[in-house]
């Protein structure tokens, strides 16, 4: 009887080890998405003086976004995933009702092409299930939700243009906040480093399927997403060393009696830009080679 109850407990130790070690063979997950994205910084945002996060966000600035990416599940609770999305981003200060920034008048568009890298944690392990016993019924038991968070680091290149006498110009050309024209005003550069911080869920299809929705904030390291960031530059010497589209994009009130003056306040340097990715996503699981790599067929 003794024997018969050990064999017992070493074969259902064996079925649930290899039962728990399921997932591995499914380690790896393509992902598909597309969503919105929105912008923070100075151009657009609510109707009131700029606030910070998500206080201050413009849905008409919201544009459409493409991502695609590969995951890797480390544990059944936590996954590294690289990804590269494309989206635009924009901002226009006619669209709020706020004084200054109605007064200020500058509108951008930018496209964002970023190549991320995401920590992602769960805050439950993945059920797999087996295939139902039923005649022309296959499907998953504890089929659920799986929320998780998820923060990391991405590289992003941007190229902010404004509407300029009724056609789109690229902004950083015209230097319109004076840069290389004076000692203190460097060029930007249009590469830059952000990190994401986000959540996200995902709903199990079948054994091979899932669906996501994530949501993740870039904080950036610059303030020139928008190509607005400290004060005016005088007027003159910006239609004198760059020309007139320079002297019209970088303050359209010139010569208006709204007209602002040199070294008044443009933007706010204090604060850098964030931008903001909303993503529907289809994941689709790969089985894991021998080797522990991804099998595309």
């Known amino acids: 009887?003794?024997?018969?109850?050990?064999?017992?407990?070493?074969?259902?130790?064996?079925?649930?080890?290899?039962?728990?070690?399921?997932?591995?063979?499914?380690?790896?997950?393509?992902?598909y998405g597309i969503g919105v994205t929105n912008f923070l910084g100075e151009l657009g945002g609510a109707n009131q003086v700029g606030t910070n996060y998500l206080y201050d966000t413009?849905?008409?600035?919201?544009?459409?976004?493409?991502?695609?990416?590969?995951?890797?599940k480390q544990t059944q609770q936590i996954s590294h995933k690289a990804n590269f999305t494309f989206g635009m981003v924009a901002g226009n200060d006619a669209w709020t009702t706020e004084t200054y920034r109605k007064i200020r008048n500058l509108n951008f568009r930018s496209p964002i092409v970023e190549l991320g890298y995401n920590f992602e944690f769960y805050l439950k392990k993945e059920k797999r299930g087996h295939r139902f016993k039923l005649r022309g019924v296959r499907g998953l038991r504890n089929?659920?939700?799986?929320?998780?968070?998820?923060?990391?680091?991405?590289?992003?290149?941007?190229?902010?243009?404004?509407?300029?006498?009724?056609d789109w110009?690229?902004?950083?050309?015209?230097?319109?906040?004076?840069?290389?024209?004076?000692?203190?005003?460097?060029?930007?550069?249009?590469?830059?480093?952000?990190i994401p911080l986000g959540v996200g869920i995902k709903y199990a299809v079948d054994r091979r399927w899932l669906i996501s929705i994530e949501y993740g904030i870039r904080k950036t390291f610059t303030d020139y997403i928008d190509d607005v960031s400290s004060t005016y530059f005088p007027n003159d010497i910006l239609l004198s060393e760059v020309g007139s589209y320079s002297a019209l994009a970088a303050d359209p009130t010139e010569g208006t009696w709204v007209g602002s003056e040199s070294y008044q306040q443009r933007g706010d340097p204090t604060d850098n830009d964030s931008y903001m990715f909303l993503i529907i996503g289809a994941n689709y699981k790969l089985k894991t080679t021998r080797g522990g790599l991804p099998k595309f067929r």
Do not use: C, H, N
């Not at 690229?170 to 590469?191: F, I, M, N």
């Open 143 to 166: 089929m659920g939700l799986y929320p998780y968070g998820f923060f990391g680091i991405s590289g992003f290149f941007f190229a902010p243009q404004g509407k300029v006498g009724g």
């Open 58 to 72: 413009d849905p008409r600035a919201t544009r459409p976004a493409i991502m695609v990416g590969m995951r890797f």
């Open 1 to 31: 009887m003794r024997t018969k109850v050990l064999l017992l407990t070493i074969l259902l130790g064996a079925f649930f080890s290899a039962d728990a070690q399921r997932w591995k063979r499914y380690r790896w997950e393509t992902i």
């Open 169 to 194: 110009k690229w902004l950083k050309p015209l230097k319109t906040e004076g840069q290389t024209l004076a000692p203190s005003r460097e060029p930007y550069s249009l590469v830059q480093v952000a």
